[in-house]
């Protein structure tokens, strides 16, 4: 998915935009695209930190996860590890907290990704 601006500057917009609305179809469409903007933004997180760890060692790794809180849990493979760190960071990051801000307006109003028909 491309968008027309970084997932963090989207998010941060969609989050402030959402603040001064009430209209549910208007909450729906922020909320969805600020989705696609949380899903790209975990994802460019995640190749980046592959790439950022590919030469590590899995003591290095652990240590990596262990400084952001996501242990190496025993059971977990590398893969599992490094999804695990991307995650954390990426749910430390403003952009990610934005889309929780953003996500918690809407459900003031009732409103989440879900269609009431799913409900």
Do not use: K
């Amino acid at each position: 998915m491309t968008m027309d601006t970084n997932p963090t500057a989207l998010l941060l917009d969609l989050a402030a935009r959402a603040q001064d609305l009430s209209d549910l179809d208007a909450l729906q469409d922020v909320l969805a695209t600020g989705h696609r903007a949380w899903c790209e933004g975990v994802a460019d997180v995640q190749s980046g930190i592959r790439r950022e760890v590919a030469n590590l060692s899995d003591t290095q790794l652990a240590e990596r996860c262990s400084a952001v809180g996501a242990p190496w849990e025993p059971g977990m493979t590398r893969g599992e590890a490094v999804s695990a760190l991307a995650f954390a960071i990426w749910e430390a990051a403003p952009a990610a907290m934005a889309y929780t801000e953003l996500e918690e307006r809407a459900a003031l109003f009732g409103v989440c990704l879900l269609g009431e028909e799913l409900l």
